[in-house]
């Protein structure tokens, strides 16, 4: 049972160009969503967040939206460097209750950013 | 920003033996950390919640007498694989909660190795 789905399992964007990772989720009590970037062998590196009591937060070249009658989010990223090539994982949780601080991982998805 | 640390980075045992795997939050206090496992190309998957002061709770599936969990201050939370298994290598990842308890800030994550 996927609750929180990343349908692509990689993207490839030129650099300079706009990148745009989507995920989709089931589970219609989850209230808060992040976007995670890791890199082999290594722990989530945070990198943004949204409740759903809004639809779009923004912090530098990273843009989450949330559209919640669409369970659905996204990451755009602009514009794209080569740095930003790595595995994203979109993740849900509930706030409160016995399900504090829970994440629920989508699958992934590699982003692969050329010069 | 808050640092979640683990050790070791990577470790190879032989079938049948334990290993343990610490988490630290470096500069903040956690009660309560998370342990991930990760298969390749796979999802984090959440296996149990560690609670300081108090008995973990674990995920449906996750054999509770096999990964045994210890929070035993506001900053170590360990993780037990006893009698290991080949099937048992994977990748552990801990988190603990940032202020506010929304975001989860991860270790760098252990690899484990079962010869």
């Known amino acids: 049972d996927q609750q929180v789905k990343q349908n692509s399992p990689s993207l490839s964007v030129q650099e300079g160009r706009i990148s745009i990772l989507n995920c989709d989720y089931t589970?219609?009590?989850?209230?808060?969503f992040l976007w995670y970037k890791k890199y082999p062998a290594e722990g989530p590196t945070f990198l943004i967040s949204?409740?759903?009591?809004?639809d779009k937060n923004e912090d530098g070249r990273f843009t989450v939206f949330l559209n919640k009658s669409a369970k659905h989010l996204s990451l755009h990223i602009v514009p794209s460097q080569p740095g930003d090539s790595a595995v994203y994982f979109c993740?849900?949780?509930?706030?409160?209750?016995?399900?504090?601080?829970?994440?629920?991982f989508g699958q992934g998805t590699i982003l692969t950013v050329h010069p | 920003g808050a640092v979640v640390s683990q050790h070791p980075s990577w470790v190879i045992c032989k079938s049948g033996t334990s290993v343990k795997i610490e988490c630290r939050s470096l500069?903040?206090?956690?009660?309560?950390m998370f342990w991930y496992r990760q298969f390749p190309k796979q999802s984090l998957m959440l296996m149990a919640t560690?609670?300081?002061?108090?008995?973990?709770?674990?995920e449906q599936g996750v054999e509770k007498d096999k990964f045994l969990i210890n929070h035993a201050s506001l900053t170590l939370s360990t993780l037990t694989v006893t009698s290991a298994h080949p099937e048992d290598s994977s990748f552990y990842i801990c988190?603990?909660?940032?202020?506010?308890?929304?975001?989860?800030?991860f270790g760098p994550g252990t690899r484990l190795t079962v010869t």
């Open positions: 589970n219609s009590m989850f209230d808060y």
């Open positions: 949204i409740s759903s009591i809004k």
């Open positions: 500069d903040f206090q956690a009660t309560t």
């Open positions: 560690s609670n300081e002061g108090s008995k973990a709770t674990y």
């Open positions: 993740a849900a949780s509930v706030t409160g209750g016995t399900s504090y601080g829970k994440l629920t």
């Open positions: 988190s603990a909660p940032g202020q506010g308890g929304r975001e989860q800030y």
